[in-house]
Nanobody, 113 residues
């Protein structure tokens, strides 16, 4: 079955950087658009970034120029490089494969001084 395991979160000061990783298994990773979502306390889950099987990327306006989504199809890994982090980036981050309603445990990102 589809399995997604996120890692790389942590506590970082404003302006800092983190790199999230997502290990995928149970489906043909290279054929699917992959996405990063986040959910802040008391808020709905929000789509942050996506990358198509061809490598075309899209971002929510609030992270454009700061976050970079990438993938390694040979390793079945999805990444999210997050730079210039802000307080409002604090959330649990999840990866997802388009078309599958499968979610991992997420990884907590906390931006705090």
């Amino acid at each position: 079955q589809v399995q997604l395991v996120e890692s790389g979160g942590g506590l970082v000061q404003p302006g800092g950087s983190l790199r999230l990783s997502c290990a995928a298994s149970g489906f043909t990773f290279s054929a699917y658009t992959m996405r990063w979502y986040r959910q802040a306390p008391g808020k709905e889950r929000e789509l942050v970034a996506s990358i198509s099987w061809r490598g075309i990327t899209e971002y929510v306006d609030s992270v454009k120029g700061r976050f970079t989504i990438s993938r390694d199809n040979t390793k079945k890994m999805l990444y999210l490089q997050m730079n210039s982090l802000k307080f409002e980036d604090t959330a649990v981050y999840y990866c997802n494969a388009q078309g599958y309603n499968s979610w991992g445990q997420g990884t907590q990102v906390t931006v705090s001084s």
